[in-house]
C-alpha cells in the first residue's frame, strides 16, 4: 500500500479507510470504514509496459490522492 497518509473522513470523521476494487477490476476506490462514504474512481493501468504489481501500488497511491482532495 501507498505511504501517503489518507485524511479523516470528511462526513464522520474516521481516520480509516479501505481501498477496494470500484465498479470494474480496473477501477479502485476509497471507502470509509466508519460512514461507507467513498471516493471517485481511479482507473488502474492494466495495458503497456511494467509489472502488474507496480500499477496497482500506483494506482493505490492515486486513490489516496483522490480522497486526501475531498472538502470538509
Same mark, same amino acid.
Given at each position: 500500500?501507498?505511504? &501517503? ?10 481516520? @480509516? ?5 470500484? @465498479?470494474?477490476?480496473?477501477?479502485? &476506490? ?20 511494467? &509489472? ?18 475531498? @472538502?470538509?
Amino acid at each position: 500500500m501507498t505511504d &501517503l497518509m489518507p485524511l479523516p473522513c470528511p462526513f464522520c470523521g474516521e481516520k @480509516s479507510i479501505t481501498i477496494r476494487e470500484g @465498479s470494474t477490476f480496473r477501477w479502485m &476506490l476509497a471507502e470509509c470504514l466508519g460512514c461507507g462514504a467513498t471516493c471517485g474512481e481511479v482507473r488502474i493501468q492494466t495495458m503497456g509496459s511494467g &509489472l502488474t504489481a507496480d500499477w496497482k501500488e500506483k494506482a493505490e497511491h492515486d486513490v489516496v490522492v483522490e480522497w486526501n482532495k475531498r @472538502s470538509t
